[in-house]
């Protein structure tokens, strides 16, 4: 049974307030491509389908597209709703599409059926679990104690009442204890939404979703795929990837991933204004419409950096200093003594602790000069 693991599309998102649409149309054909190479048993997508509960028209009409052509393969897809999506809009017209062979995962209500599938080697079942919170479970088994999501995930797996002598799949969003986040995930406060891992300990293979990097929670059947496509700069060293999980007779489960390429790559890059400059001139040409994150080193602003630098690197997305300034943490230690000292004087106090560093002789005239003007006029 070979199975492609997608998860976290987040159709829709803008990052750094560049809409992503054309790229994620882009990867999309890409997935297309693999799928056709592949010839799959079945696709598992892992939530997060949309980056908002309530999408535009424009992120649904490209899922729309992408699962319409997956239906022209004849190819079984599982979808299940992530914590940005509505569980109520993924699961509308689950009944219908179900006879098609796109099965939406429905609003959680204490029980889940599997979906079977069957190859060489006997049957398969697809659990399809959308991300919850302990209240979600909580209402279905008011007389347990669930007050984690470890407590509402082991309430959830136990309710399937799972035949560990079959192959079983579970494809649910969670986060699992231990799995490295990225920035452009959603952060709970204090880790509340941990769940141990052992609470996966009767399924041959976990379709994870909600961490952005792929990577394995303590062996290599319990797995994040990652997102398509780098969604920040936090991922920049990322390989993007989709999995393929195969599964063969009772225990004897592997997986393998195939690479991504985007439309547009996600660099960072660091020096002063000059020499990025003057690299413009001998980098290749792809890179300077790549997603740029820049750190300028010059110890003075330059003017409309952002501006002149998009002339060079035409989607740079993000611009910041590092210099003897912005590595100051110098604060404040006391109460000033303000009715000793001159407003000149204040002024160049402030000046220092917020640089690092005293006002230019040509500075320092400057506010002398305003100074005894706005005196003059009050």
């Known amino acids: 049974m070979k199975l492609i693991h997608l998860s976290d599309l987040h159709l829709g998102k803008r990052v750094n307030e560049y809409s992503m649409l054309e790229d994620q149309e882009y990867i999309l054909l890409k997935i297309l491509n693999i799928i056709d190479d592949e010839q799959p048993d079945g ?32 190819i079984p897809v599982f979808v299940i709703s992530g914590n940005h999506d509505s569980p109520e809009r993924i699961a509308f017209g689950s009944r219908i599409m179900n006879a098609g062979g796109i099965y939406m995962s429905p609003v959680y209500h204490g029980k889940i059926e599997p979906v079977r599938l069957y190859d060489a080697y ?90 952005h990097s792929p990577q394995n929670c303590g062996s290599p059947r319990i797995r994040y795929c990652g997102t398509p496509l780098k969604y920040s700069f936090s991922e920049a060293k990322d390989q993007k ?97 303000v009715e000793t000292k001159t407003p000149y004087e204040l002024f160049a106090d402030f000046y220092e602790l917020q640089n690092n560093q005293p006002m230019s002789e040509e500075q320092s005239g400057y506010i002398k000069e305003l100074i005894e003007q706005i005196w003059e006029e009050a």
């Open 43 to 74: 696709v598992m997508i892992a939530g997060d389908v949309y980056d908002k509960s309530v999408p535009s028209a424009e992120a649904v009409s490209l899922f729309d597209d992408f699962l319409v052509r997956l239906a022209e393969r004849k």
């Open 122 to 211: 006997g049957e398969v079942n697809i659990y399809m679990l959308p991300f919850i919170k302990p209240a979600h479970v909580r209402r279905f088994h008011e007389e347990d104690e669930i007050q984690s999501y470890t407590d509402a995930l082991r309430t959830a797996v136990s309710d399937m009442n799972i035949d560990t002598g079959k192959r079983n799949v579970l494809i649910t969003h969670q986060f699992v204890t231990g799995a490295l986040r990225s920035e452009s995930e959603e952060v709970s406060v204090g880790g509340a939404d941990n769940v141990d891992a052992d609470v996966f300990a009767d399924f041959d293979y976990v379709a994870l979703g909600h961490i």
């Open 241 to 337: 990837s989709v999995t393929v999980a195969e599964l063969k007779e009772k225990g004897d489960v592997t997986y393998r991933t195939v690479p991504l390429v985007p439309r547009y790559d996600m660099k960072e890059l660091r020096g002063t204004y000059e020499e990025l400059t003057l690299r413009s001139y001998y980098i290749n040409t792809t890179w300077q419409e790549d997603y740029t994150h820049i750190t300028l080193t010059d110890e003075e602003d330059i003017p409309d950096a952002i501006g002149k630098l998009r002339t060079v690197y035409h989607h740079l997305m993000k611009l910041d200093y590092d210099n003897t300034r912005t590595r100051s943490n110098a604060q404040i230690q006391g109460e000033a003594e």
